[in-house]
């Protein structure tokens, strides 16, 4: 879960168009269940008939981190106030996580 708090500046603006880039802080709740290591001990040290797999957390399952983004996005409104756009992200934070978006979106302008 994630929440961000930002700014945008239009670079380009017409009735119509948008190009804007932003700049947003983040906070992060993450909680992960995927293993850190894996290992497969042989049937002749377990005694088992069959081979014994074992996985491995090393690092927290539920972190918390704070960090930052910055976006370039377009986009178009039609004469209908009909809003269609598109963006790229690029956002890092304190847990060493780096994270690259592309997005598509459509809304309604009032």
């Not at 945008?8 to 909680?31: A, D, F």
């Not at 040290?45 to 491995?56: A, D, M, R």
């Not at 809003?83 to 809304?107: E, R, Y």
């Amino acid at each position: 879960m994630q929440a961000t708090l930002g700014l945008n500046y239009n670079l380009i603006q017409t009735q119509k168009s948008e190009i804007y880039i932003g700049l947003s802080s983040l906070l992060r709740y993450q909680s992960a269940s995927y293993y850190d290591a894996i290992g497969v001990i042989c049937p002749f040290v377990t005694g088992f008939p069959y081979p014994v797999v074992s996985l491995q957390n090393k690092t927290p399952a539920r972190t918390f981190a704070a960090g930052g983004t910055i976006r370039l996005g377009y986009k178009y409104t039609n004469k209908k106030n009909i809003l269609f756009g598109m963006f790229g992200n690029f956002q890092m934070d304190t847990n060493s996580d780096v994270l690259s978006q592309i997005a598509l979106t459509i809304g309604k302008r009032f």
